[in-house]
């Protein structure tokens, strides 16, 4: 997995369930926009493993990669 702040290898989870590396751990960190509706958006698992789904599915399909 790789870290949400700066795209290194993510080695903790901070307390808002996002991965990040050591560096990033205690810093805020806000999760991305969709890219189709605008509403922020949270780590989803799946079939393939885990990404960042709109948290207005079934209404919006945005989904971006981790």
């Not at 509403?39 to 948290?55: N, Q």
Request: some cysteine; proline content about 6%.
């Amino acid at each position: 997995m790789k870290c949400a702040q700066c795209g290194n290898t993510a080695t903790k989870i901070n307390s808002k369930g996002i991965p990040v590396c050591s560096q990033h751990l205690k810093t805020k960190f806000s999760a991305p926009k969709c890219p189709n509706c605008g509403i922020e958006m949270k780590i989803r698992e799946g079939k393939y493993g885990k990404f960042w789904g709109c948290v207005a599915f079934p209404m919006c399909d945005g989904i971006r990669k981790l």
